[in-house]
């Protein structure tokens, strides 16, 4: 710390809180410790009696916390994130649009495993609205060496850690299988269900067929719909019964099989599958009609979004992958899938 005047202590940064005192109108923090001293600062001071300054003295190695929440900031942000001003050394990152936030993780480790940096985000490949908080930056003191914020930008090496991709799917194709529903023994419940999911993400039903049990009757439908819309959703005929042979069919229509099983339940018996052109093709199981939280609405944000899915990223759905049906369910304000 070092005294100086007042008058001197433009860009000098504040070492403790000055409080400012207006009978009837505030008494508070007018000055939080950190502040950088400004020309428009200096008759405030002075009116509040502050004659001389305790201020650091930062030598050419040091960064003040405000600067380097600057760093940290564009190190994280993306493509349709919005930033806050910063604020007593941290800065918040807020979603532009709906979309799906994605995160590199490895990233984001290295450098928070850097001492005193942090960056605290949300879980990564979810859904977001505009306007949603995404992540916050700082610095652990007041100022920080200039070479741990180096190797952060250099572990970011010019990529953004987060961005909010818009969802890029318009149109879909829902395939109902199931002799019972076919000729009439039931009604189809499950097709409203889907067509309400999809509406969060933007996806209209344009194209909606019933079909008959047996292979080769779903094949055609799927052959049907397929050059017609952006992604085709099979629903029935999951499990492992006799009759059920919609996995078999969506094979036998020529696609790309990601993963027929996940590590999730409600989901377990989820199919995934893609076609030459890239349109994804999901087969759901009865779950994803009754159930709030399921592996459908895991996986969604980032299909959605236009993003290929892998086998491993099912494999990491393993942990969290657990819901714990709640009496009240308060997805996605829950841990399933996180």
Do not use: W
């Not at 040091?62 to 349709?80: P, S, T, W, Y």
């Not at 995404?134 to 090496?157: E, F, Q, W, Y």
């Not at 269900?193 to 933007?202: D, F």
């Amino acid at each position: 710390m070092k005294l100086i005047k007042t008058t001197e202590a433009v860009g000098h940064v504040l070492c403790h809180d000055l409080t400012q005192i207006l009978p009837g109108e505030f008494k508070g923090a007018r000055f939080r410790k950190g502040h950088i001293v400004t020309e428009e600062d200096i008759p405030v001071l002075l009116s509040m009696g502050k004659e001389n300054l305790y201020i650091f003295e930062l030598d050419a190695g040091k960064v003040h916390e405000n600067d380097a929440a600057e760093v940290l900031c564009e190190i994280c942000k993306g493509d349709n994130i919005a930033r806050s001003e910063v604020k007593e050394g941290k800065i918040e990152l807020t979603a532009e649009i709906d979309g799906c936030f994605t995160l590199n993780v490895e990233r984001l480790n290295r450098i928070n495993s850097i001492d005193e940096i942090m960056i605290a985000t949300r879980k990564g490949n979810t859904a977001v609205h505009a306007g949603d908080k995404l992540a916050g930056t700082r610095v652990i003191p007041l100022v920080i060496d200039k070479d741990k914020l180096t190797d952060a930008t250099a572990i970011a090496d010019g990529r953004p850690l987060m961005n909010v991709i818009p969802y890029k799917l318009k149109t879909a194709a829902i395939i109902t299988t199931g002799s019972e529903v076919y000729h009439g023994r039931i009604d189809d419940k499950f097709t409203p269900v889907l067509i309400e999911k999809l509406k969060s993400y933007g996806i209209t039903v344009s194209k909606h067929l019933t079909v008959d049990d047996g292979i080769d009757n779903i094949t055609a439908a799927i052959s049907e719909v397929r050059d017609n819309v952006d992604i085709i959703l099979c629903t029935g005929g999951m499990s492992v019964d006799p009759d059920d042979n919609t996995p078999g069919a969506i094979r036998q229509s020529g696609a790309d099989i990601v993963t027929y099983g996940a590590s999730v339940l409600p989901g377990a018996m989820f199919l995934l599958g893609y076609f030459a052109g890239g349109t994804p093709i999901l087969g759901l199981p009865g779950c994803v009609m009754y159930a709030k939280a399921t592996i459908f609405d895991l996986v969604m944000p980032r299909i959605a979004a236009g993003i290929r899915l892998t086998k491993a990223d099912f494999v990491n759905y393993g942990e969290g992958g657990l819901c714990l049906s709640c009496p009240v369910c308060t997805y996605p304000h829950c841990p399933f899938g996180k």
